[in-house]
């Protein structure tokens, strides 16, 4: 099946870009994968698919497929991407769309300096919703808020990382690190990726704070690995800095692929905001196999 596509980057964080605004393209999660893979296929951390408004409020729905081909709820980075790419398709001229993922609904917002800005939404805290499980553990006061101990599965001897738990849309365990250039983010990223006490896995990340207004983070994606940037996983560390009252309301998040800028009031109900960069690469068309 010969498909068209363009692939886009926001801060390092790549993706394959499908229109799918006047038909199902119905891809199989092995097809999804074969986009996604480096050697055989264009490579990608997810596939977005755009595809129309599914309802009154809303200018279109955003798919995110990772790069194991699962679906996935929201994707930050991914999100820049999308309203840049609905805008140059002209498929909207609008400077804000409202969109549904699979995680809610967001608003992006095209910004004059060219960046775009995700309304992402407020955090959400409730452990079942995250979903979480931390029957048996005793968390750890911290600022407002607290950190949970999280054992390393298969690893008796090691002593538990303290995380924080929350979702973005998309669930998130964040833990503070002195240097992220040595953080064992490829060791401890899987562990906790597919940790039992997260039962639909979770985002790694792991973050360096430089000054109450600037963090470094890295972040072991759930279903694609490490990646240059991770949206979500910014709003969420940002939000837990916050909470553990490390961080002011406005931060610069360097990732390894750019600088990522998010605002929170610290009130709980209050939306994430993210601002960065989305740049259309290439376009293309792509034989994928049956």
Known sequence: MLIRFTKMQGAGNDFVVLDETRGRLNLSPGQYRFLADRHFGVGADQILSVRPSPGAGIDFEYVIHNADGGEVEQCGNGARCFVRFVREQGLTTKD???VKTLGGVIELRMQPDGRVTVNMGAPVFDLARIPFDACGLTPQAVGSWQKWPLAHTGRAQAAPVFIAALSMGNPHAVQLVDDVALAPVLQSGPLIEQHVRFPRRVNAGFMQV???????????ERGAGETLACGSGACAAVVAGIRWGLLDARVEVLTR??????????????PVMLTGPATTVFASQIDVPE
């Open 96 to 98: 804000a769309v409202r």
């Open 210 to 220: 430089v000054s109450t207004r600037q963090i470094r983070l890295r972040v072991y």
């Open 257 to 270: 692929g750019g600088l990522l800028t998010i605002e929170w009031s610290g009130q709980l109900d209050a």
